[in-house]
């Protein structure tokens, strides 16, 4: 079951997407849990990994080592291991995950210079803000 569409945003700019890639589709969820969370759950981490809170936005990693673990079948390592086509539907998820957190569009604007104000904006800003008739920004000292 492919990934939801990304056209809707929730209100605090999450898509359904994005949201997919902390909580699994349902389909995906319960093979998680019966493959992968017994180990790497709630009660135990082995190697320190909590798949249970693990979203795929924010250790992309993490889930890179889980699908070459998956596609090379070192994991699950023992009984019971999931069948060929359950397999690839955890592997289909879990790259397609991959590829949105890649595709996602950056949030950061990087480093952004503030304008500065003009002599004429500079003298129209300190008139409102003072109330007073002044043009500090004509001094000579102020060029």
């Known amino acids: 079951m492919p990934l939801r569409s990304t056209r809707q945003r929730e209100p605090w700019g999450v898509t359904p997407l994005l949201l997919a890639l902390v909580i699994a589709e349902p389909d995906v969820r319960p093979l998680l849990d019966r493959y992968c969370v017994g180990c790497h759950g709630l009660e135990k981490t082995k190697g ?19 699908l ?4 090379s079948e070192e994991m699950p390592p023992q009984d019971p291991t999931p069948t060929p086509d359950e397999r690839q539907r955890l592997i289909r998820w879990v790259r397609e995950a991959l590829e949105a957190v890649e595709a996602a569009p950056i949030r950061s604007a990087g480093h952004v210079t503030i304008p500065r104000l003009t002599r004429e904006e500079y003298n129209n800003s300190m008139r409102d803000l003072l109330g007073l008739d002044i043009r500090p920004g004509d001094d000579e000292e102020s060029r």
């Open 48 to 66: 320190d990994v909590d798949l249970r809170r693990a979203a795929v936005a924010k250790d992309p990693n993490l889930w890179r080592t889980v």
């Open 68 to 71: 070459r673990q998956l596609e």
